[in-house]
């Protein structure tokens, strides 16, 4: 049986075929036949290459028989160097990845299978495959052991063979790409990155896959993308190119990442096309401080400094991890959609640095059914090829949608450079219609949207709600952007429209690690019952926040008569305080002036105003004192429809920090004591 017959192809299977040649392969047969060990591109380039139609089985067969006659185990090192010392050459298939030593005016290359990093490497050889200078490559290596040449140095490479192409002929690829429509490119680039398409439905989703390859061809991008276990965070830019460097958690140093000062080796930012930091959650930063600060430099400058010199490279750099979701969407638990992230980067400076989010809780899983079996790009061909188009300038079409004069000149750089990135990969021939360039354009501004979207929950003061956009940008499809919108929206709430009795509102933050991430309001619930006397506490979660509530208590057992409380009947009813919306911990002391409030409106018989929330701590002397998280309370405040708000008079400088369009829609009341509090929060008796 022929290949075809036994893996029948589409029409775009056959058009791909002719249009391309050897630069494609049938998917599933690479997968079929991956050869261990080898990358995934060095496997199709090999069945591209020598597998013919009629006598695949065969030839699969010799392959695989050469792959393991010259690819050597890994324990078994020490018996290719006996050989090599016995015999005076070997032929292996390695990785091969070469420097240039200058001050010894000598070239060498680094192999795994001898493990030696000091393999001489003719000139002529570097000159026909400049690619080993360029991070390396596979091929079939022929060794000689001459010790008399280079006592130091006694391995020398005889002969290359590649198993990657070279440089690829742009034109052709461009000119290929102008006999497919833009659905039937969709499908062949996510073909050649291994999905097949039938598995996804939708056209959003599609574009959304392949917005992951967006840094192999954009410079200088900086992505994220959190999600759901198993979608393939980083299988396409794995598997797409050997210019890709990942990190897969664990620790990270600046010796690694930009140069080494010991041995003045670039790390891996100016080694490699994009560097991706996988399971970024579980990622440490050696030296975290001066990492995470360099990081931010070249992340927005695309330089690095490290001891007196400066290193410029146009690496892209992605960072990829678990989000915990609830259906289609991000768990309502977070905050924040970057809480995942380790601590040390949860710095509004380096996240606004981050031109795109990609929503990875939109992703498919990735199962049998979803894997490519069609005909695709060879890897290698198409990593090389996306690599090349990083040299493309679309900016022309860019600058005709008019981006809105409100944005940073960040926000600006993200949709132009993500839009840049979406172009050279749906349109390499420069060919876009405006229909199409528009809703690539509105995806990029998507993907920066969700960064600012965050970056207002982290940073209120700093950064205030706007749209980030063009004219005449259709609306985001994005369901957790809309849910966003919605959500900042007043919700209905009974306090918002009644006054009653003993039930107040208290503005607390949210804390995970102990850092402060988001606002929340707390429900204080207060009922005097008679027959009785003292306090009792319900629905309380931490010793902090029950210690509020019993000062709260002796501060009304001490002033009860300014309060306008009857002696008799502070003494023969006792205060039951119930608190409602405490499902995870909360910040505790700031509810003091809350809990008084209520306390004092259910001994009273006192309503309390509608739509009012405070946040502030009280002593037994009735002064109210500052407070933490000001502006993530105030913002909890409005957002859940809240419209007179009591803060400590100690906080009022940080009322600036809180955007203009939250502040026209409320009042902020400073108060320095209790009294000031309960005669502005209690209706009259």
Known sequence: MSLYEEHPLTELDQKARTTFGEHVVVKALAQQAAFHRLPRFVSEYLIAKFVKPETWRQDLE???????????????????????????????????????????????????????????????????????????????????????????????????????????????????????????????LLQSAGYAPDAIADRRTRLLLLTRLVPLVQRNVNFIELGPRQTGKTFLLRNVSPRVFTLSGGKTTPANLFVNLSTKAVGILGTRKVVVFDEIAHTEFGDEEATVSTLKDYMESGQYSRGARSYATDASLVFAGNLDVDGDLPSPHYGHLFEPLPESLIDSAFLDRIHGYIPGWEMPK??????????????????????????????????????????????????????????????????????????????????????????????????????????????????????????????????????????????????RNGKPYAGDVALIQVAAIVGSSGLEVTGLHGQVLKDSVTTAYNVVKRHFLEFGIAESRFREQKVAVHLVRIAQPKDGPSAGIAFVTGIVSALTGRAIVPACAMTGEVTLFGEVHGVGGIPLKILAGAKAGRKLIFIPADNAKEVSQVPDEVLAQIEIVPVRTIQEVLERALQPA
């Open 62 to 188: 010799r392959i695989q028989q050469r792959i393991r006659d010259s690819l050597p185990e890994l324990e078994h090192r020490e018996l290719l160097k006996e050989k090599l010392l016995r015999s005076g050459e070997v032929t292996v298939i390695d990785f091969i990845e070469a420097r240039v030593d200058l001050r010894n005016q000598q070239r060498f290359a680094r192999m795994q299978a001898i493990q030696d990093d000091r393999i001489r490497v003719p000139a002529s050889v570097l000159e026909q495959h400049p690619g080993l200078l360029l991070g390396g490559l596979w091929g079939t290596v022929k060794l000689r052991f001459t010790p008399e040449i280079d006592q130091d140095a006694p391995v020398e490479v005889v002969t290359f063979t590649p198993f990657q192409i070279g440089p690829p002929d742009l034109s052709a690829y461009k000119t290929g790409r102008a006999q497919f429509t833009t659905d039937e490119w969709l499908c062949l």
């Open 366 to 511: 990735i199962t049998p059914s979803s894997l490519s079996r069609g005909v695709g790009f060879v890897t290698d061909y198409f990593g090389e090829v996306l690599i090349r188009l990083r040299e493309e300038d679309h900016s022309h079409h860019i600058r005709a949608l008019n981006l809105d004069r409100t944005m940073t000149k960040r926000d600006a750089t993200a949709v132009e450079r993500i839009t840049s990135g979406l172009i050279k990969l749906l349109f390499p021939h420069g060919q876009i219609p405006d229909d199409e360039l528009r809703e690539l354009a509105g995806l990029a501004c998507e993907l920066r949207q969700r960064v600012h979207h965050q970056l207002c929950l982290i940073a209120p003061g700093e950064f205030k709600p706007r749209a980030i956009g063009f004219d005449g940008m259709a609306a985001h499809a994005a369901r957790d952007l809309r849910v966003a919108a919605e959500a900042s929206s007043p919700r209905e709430d009974r306090l918002n429209n009644e006054a009653v009795v003993g039930s107040v509102s208290g503005l607390v933050v949210l804390e």
